[in-house]
């Protein structure tokens, strides 16, 4: 595990071959976020679709992580709350929240 930085704990699962999104691209991306103690909040692989978005419109742990990435990739990072959602939260996000995601980068759009 490496830490950026910003302090983006992140580790690279497989190594892309493609290129690097830049935080003005907006990107194809499959993943799945879970709390410390393992519980899924969020996947768009059991929904089985792909999530396309800026990078310019998700939280920084996002935007940053995504650019150590390459097309083909796969890391987990640990988003901890200044990164993420911090002390307000969201729906179904407790405030102050540590967030892992699972993602791999499918295509820079």
Known sequence: IKTTKSGLPYEMLVEGTGGSPRDSDKVS???????????????????DEAAEFGLNQVIPGWTEGLQLMRVGGKARFYVHPELGYGPGGRPGIPPNSLLIFEVELLNVL
């Open 29 to 47: 991306v499959h993943y799945e976020g879970t709390f410390a103690n393992g519980e899924v909040f969020d996947s768009s692989i059991q929904r």
